[in-house]
């Protein structure tokens, strides 16, 4: 033995060593980056094409109020809907897109997508002697 990192550590490896940020997006060939846009671009694409129906919308139905609760309280409603049929998570009819935007609000900010997620990055040192 050696006893230097480079004996442990494939070139791979040694890379990311070297320069943690090099790895993943940054170092990906444009054909790469092309196959792990399509997905993405295909669903938007898809999701473009959704409208709602008008009698789906009413002046008077539930707005962005409402709609902030109804987001807020999604996971509640969403179990409860499986049991239970005249529980459902989604007004209809409703305002349209102030409910709408009112409703991503209070899943995004205020319900299940409000945790606070951090990464925690460790390094870890192999020391040979």
Known sequence: MSG???????GAQRQAVADPGA???????AGER???LAPIAALTL??????????????????FLLGVWHGFIFPVAWLLSLFMPDVAVYAVPNNGGWYDFGYFI?????GVGAR?????YR?????VR
């Open 123 to 127: 390094s870890r040192i192999v020391r």
């Open 4 to 10: 230097g990192h480079g004996d442990l550590l494939n």
């Open 46 to 63: 898809l999701a473009a094409c959704a409208t709602q129906a008008s009698a789906g919308v009413e002046a008077e139905a539930p707005g």
């Open 106 to 110: 209070g899943i995004v900010f205020l």
């Open 34 to 36: 092309l196959h792990r």
């Open 116 to 120: 606070k997620s951090r990464v925690v």
């Open 23 to 29: 790895s993943g997006w940054a170092t990906a060939s």
